[in-house]
């Protein structure tokens, strides 16, 4: 079965420091991998995705993520934090709707990301 | 327009009542969903709706009864809550139910039984 697992519940990084939020899947084939931000009382945004091809992908806010299928990672990454970043974050790993099985996505825990000035 | 829109915000309900909480996409997309949160939690699939025709019950208890009259609309009707349904329910929407890399999330409804 797939899983998802954020090994950090909270992180503080100071402004401008740069920032790594970790992610490990286990999936038994490629799998569909999402990086979500939510904000206290709002719903979840799509910050970056990755299907298939390249293995770093590009995201909105300056994120980006690396997929290393070695390691069964998909790493969310950031040069310079902004206060503004500061946000709960979820990755999570969706199982296409192939042949009539049920797609579904599936979230990690989640990683709280405190900003200090 | 890419969003999509949850009323009420808040809700307080007594264990007797029997409200709605609604939920509204004007993209065309024909799936969407309910999810529920908890607390510090991350959020969990309840409903799906696939071109108005319900597609997934995660064995979501029968107090919680879903409702998708169009589809641009889908309701969540709550009647005989317990406390522990105390959470953050959130709708979603996709192009179709497959377009799990596309979902867009409302701001949620933050419900709280008494």
């Known amino acids: 079965a797939q899983s998802v697992t954020q090994p950090d519940i909270h992180i503080t990084v100071s402004e401008g420091a740069s920032l790594e939020l970790r992610c490990n899947y286990s999936?038994?084939?490629?799998?569909?991998l999402f990086w979500y931000v939510q904000s206290p009382g709002q719903g979840l945004q799509l910050l970056l995705k990755y299907f298939s091809g390249d293995t770093l992908v590009q995201g909105i806010k300056g994120f980006e993520a690396e997929f290393k299928r070695s390691q069964s990672s998909f790493n969310l990454r950031k040069p310079s934090v902004h206060w503004s970043d500061a946000a709960e974050y979820f990755c999570a790993v969706g199982t296409p709707n192939y042949g009539g099985s049920q797609g579904n996505l599936i979230f990690g825990k989640g990683t709280k990301l405190s900003v200090k000035p | 327009d890419t969003e999509v829109t949850q009323t009420p915000k808040h809700l307080v309900m007594g264990m007797t009542n029997k409200k709605s909480l609604k939920c509204e996409q004007h993209m065309g997309h024909r799936a969407m969903y309910w999810y529920k949160q908890k607390a510090k939690k991350p959020p969990e699939l309840m409903f799906v709706y696939s071109y108005e025709k319900l597609s997934i019950n995660e064995s979501v208890p029968s107090r919680f009864s879903p409702e998708c009259p169009n589809s641009s609309l889908l309701n969540l009707h709550l009647h005989a809550l317990q406390p522990e349904d105390s959470a953050l329910y959130l709708c979603?929407?996709?192009?179709?139910?497959?377009?799990?890399?596309?979902?867009?999330f409302g701001s949620g409804t933050q419900l709280s039984v008494l």
């Open positions: 979603a929407s996709s192009q179709a139910q497959a377009e799990i890399g596309k979902l867009f």
């Open positions: 999936y038994g084939a490629t799998p569909y």
